[in-house]
């Protein structure tokens, strides 16, 4: 579904992706663990169009999208799930989840109701500001409000960051849930165990490079990725 190669990507002279590789097969949860600074976020924004690679390609459903406009890249079926969120506070939850819809003629009041259901926890404060709720909550807005156009592929940056272990499962359960719906999904994460947990497959980036990749199971048994990743 997703075919990245030898993707390089730079802030002026600063290289935050030296050369990245990966594939993400349709139906699977793949997880990509990194520490700050390995260029996880840089990635997510590259997918989505934000940023423009100096070098390598990325495909998706076939199709050549390093060049896309982040509009075509969303009406095509990519969301992401940005890192801290990014709910528009001063906006009402209702209001957070239609402008997920932009890319889709006459909003998409389905999609509201499906948020809703998915997430009853919103439908309750509808109308409160975004900037009032809790992060959990807050994160479960930045899940609807990515689901509202609609995706096939749907990046999450770190979901699990700043959130109560008890929280971070109920959010986990969700992944989970959605990849079950038929959407595939990249899950961002430095919270390895967890991710590895629900991943079919993964990749390990190290200071901008793809460093080790397998399955959730063999990553998870990698002497490396024990000592760097699962603390020992
Ligand atoms: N706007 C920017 N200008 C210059 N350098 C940047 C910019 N954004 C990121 N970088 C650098 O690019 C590298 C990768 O950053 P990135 O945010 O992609 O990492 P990350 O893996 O998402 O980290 P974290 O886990 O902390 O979110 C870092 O060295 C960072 O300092
Ligand atoms: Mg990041």
Request: charged fraction near 25%; charge should be positive; hydrophobic fraction near 40%.
């Amino acid at each position: 579904m997703l075919k990245i190669k030898n993707l390089e990507v730079r802030y002026g002279s600063i290289v935050a992706i030296s050369d990245i590789s990966l594939e993400v097969e349709k139906g699977k949860i793949v997880t990509i663990i990194g520490a700050n600074g390995a260029g996880k976020t840089t990635l997510v924004h590259t997918i989505s169009g934000l940023l423009r690679p100096k070098r390598g390609s990325i495909k998706y459903e076939g199709r050549e999208i390093t060049q896309w406009s982040t509009d075509k890249i969303v009406a095509a079926g990519i969301a992401q799930v940005p890192e801290g969120r990014q709910i528009f506070g001063d906006l009402t939850v209702l209001e957070n989840l239609m402008m997920g819809a932009f890319s889709i003629k006459g909003g998409n009041p389905e999609g509201i109701e499906r948020a809703f259901e998915m997430f009853p926890r919103l439908k309750e404060r509808a109308s409160q500001k975004g900037g009032s709720l809790s992060g959990g909550e807050q994160q479960m807005l930045a899940f609807g409000r990515a689901l509202m156009c609609n995706p096939k592929l749907l990046l999450l940056d770190e979901p699990s960051m700043g959130l109560a272990p008890i929280v971070v499962t109920d959010i986990f359960k969700i992944i989970k849930k959605i990849n079950e719906q038929g959407i595939t999904v990249v899950l961002i994460e430095q919270n390895a165990k967890l991710a590895l947990a629900i991943a079919d497959y993964g990749y390990v980036i190290e200071n901008g490079r793809t460093a080790l990749s397998g399955t959730a199971k063999e990553l998870a048994e990698n002497p490396r990725v024990q000592e760097i990743y699962l603390g020992g």
